[in-house]
């Protein structure tokens, strides 16, 4: 476990009333929601690591040191800090394009959502938990977790319908791209090509040249360059959804024709 690890699990015991609050903390919210809203600002006061120290002292848990010291907190809330502005641009300002990038077409701006994946991609053992909170379809702990991430009251089910439908909002080459890629990854799935598929989701560039010459659905497609699997599938986090579907999250079903 990492130190950020236990500090969701004791947000969480703390919040649902798993645990005695140490004594330097102050809780007076009635639901699990009002709670950690109180401990984020007293979190916000004397950091992630002292509050791991409280808790892990009240709940008798000895946690190596060597955790502590490899805790950058700070490095931590800057990427937090600027996934969030990122996420939330001034109203009424769009920043006008260089001169050489006039003729691009721009770069889709960064929702709440995304800046949530973000977060939750920093640490292995986040995404983890964030998997398994999605198929246990608890709604407080993705809250909790929405709250840690980009300080917003994020909803499961919100979420996952955005996820679900991602590509339907998308010009039409970001939908060809994850349609024709998913069917990809679904056929290795059933052929039990586990270490070829992580290869690809994670965006090896030599994993995927080599594939592209074998697949049937890639072989007859000039467009399908990694320059094109990069650009419309690896930079808008579908690997991460359909490592969430792979495991078992349970995505809302829609459908392309059903769409007006």
């Known amino acids: 476990m990492t130190l950020l690890d236990y500090y969701i699990r004791y947000l969480t015991q703390l919040s649902e009333g798993g645990m005695a609050a140490p004594d330097e903390l102050t809780l007076h919210g009635q639901s699990p929601e009002e709670r950690v809203m109180e401990l984020q600002k007293q979190v916000a006061a004397m950091g992630i690591p002292e509050f791991v120290r409280l808790c892990a002292k009240t709940a008798g848990e000895d946690i190596p040191q060597y ?38 077409s721009p770069a889709p701006r960064q929702n709440a959502y995304e800046a949530f994946l973000d977060c939750m991609s920093l640490e292995d053992s986040l995404l983890d938990y964030l998997i398994e909170v999605l198929k246990a379809d608890d709604g407080l702990a993705f809250f909790r977790l929405s709250q840690v991430a980009v300080r917003k009251e994020l909803k499961l089910a919100d979420f996952l319908y955005w996820f679900a439908t991602k590509e339907l909002y998308a010009d039409e080459a970001e939908r060809a791209c994850v349609t024709i890629m998913d069917a990809c990854f679904d056929r290795l799935a059933q052929e039990g090509e586990k270490e070829l598929l992580a290869a690809l989701l994670s965006g090896d560039k030599t994993t995927f040249q080599l594939y592209r010459c074998q697949a049937p659905e890639l072989q007859q497609l000039p467009a399908a360059t990694y320059e094109w699997y990069e650009t419309y599938y690896l930079d808008r986090y579908y690997p991460i959804r359909y490592m969430m579907k792979f495991r078992g999250v349970p995505f809302p079903a829609f459908s392309l024709e059903a769409q007006p």
């Open 67 to 104: 955790l502590y010291d490899e805790f950058d907190q700070d490095a931590l809330l800057e990427t937090f800090r600027a996934l969030q502005q990122t996420s939330e641009p001034d109203a009424g300002q769009t920043p006008a394009p260089e001169p050489e990038e006039a003729e691009q």
